[in-house]
């Protein structure tokens, strides 16, 4: 499979994850996020995922343990710094919880 065949299954997965934590989100959270805020969002949780180390740790019996407060955070200060949002760490953490429920309902987290 070529570079471009590996882009474009990232797309199509980057659009499902999208599409997973539009439904996931509580409904008075639906309108606080449009769909550039959450590729934008996924693509730092990515970001904190490669660069922060947390999954090069061996995982124990219950799998890999992400702080999930640590990633809110991380978002929130990226976004500042990339003049995004501002994002309330409340909202954000629905977001953050759908992306890992995705992750779970494709079996890649325990």
């Given at each position: 499979m070529?570079?471009?065949?590996?882009?474009?299954?990232?797309?199509?997965?980057?659009?499902?994850?999208?599409?997973?934590?539009?439904?996931?989100?509580?409904?008075?959270?639906?309108?606080?996020?449009?769909?550039?805020?959450?590729?934008?969002?996924?693509?730092?949780?990515?970001?904190?995922?490669t660069?922060?180390?947390?999954?090069?740790?061996?995982?124990?019996?219950?799998?890999?343990?992400?702080?999930?407060?640590?990633?809110?955070?991380?978002?929130?200060?990226?976004?500042?710094?990339?003049g995004?949002?501002?994002?309330?760490?409340?909202?954000?953490?629905?977001?953050?919880?759908?992306?890992?429920?995705?992750?779970?309902?494709?079996?890649?987290?325990?």
């Open positions: 070529g570079m471009e065949d590996d882009f474009l299954l990232e797309d199509e997965d980057d659009q499902k994850t999208i599409e997973f934590i539009k439904n996931y989100l509580p409904q008075d959270l639906k309108d606080k996020f449009t769909e550039d805020d959450l590729y934008y969002i996924l693509d730092v949780i990515v970001d904190y995922y660069s922060s180390g947390c999954l090069d740790v061996q995982p124990d019996e219950e799998g890999y343990i992400i702080d999930q407060d640590e990633i809110v955070n991380y978002i929130v200060k990226e976004a500042k710094k990339d995004m949002g501002p994002y309330d760490p409340n909202d954000v953490f629905f977001v953050v919880q759908g992306e890992m429920e995705y992750g779970n309902s494709l079996g890649q987290v325990d």
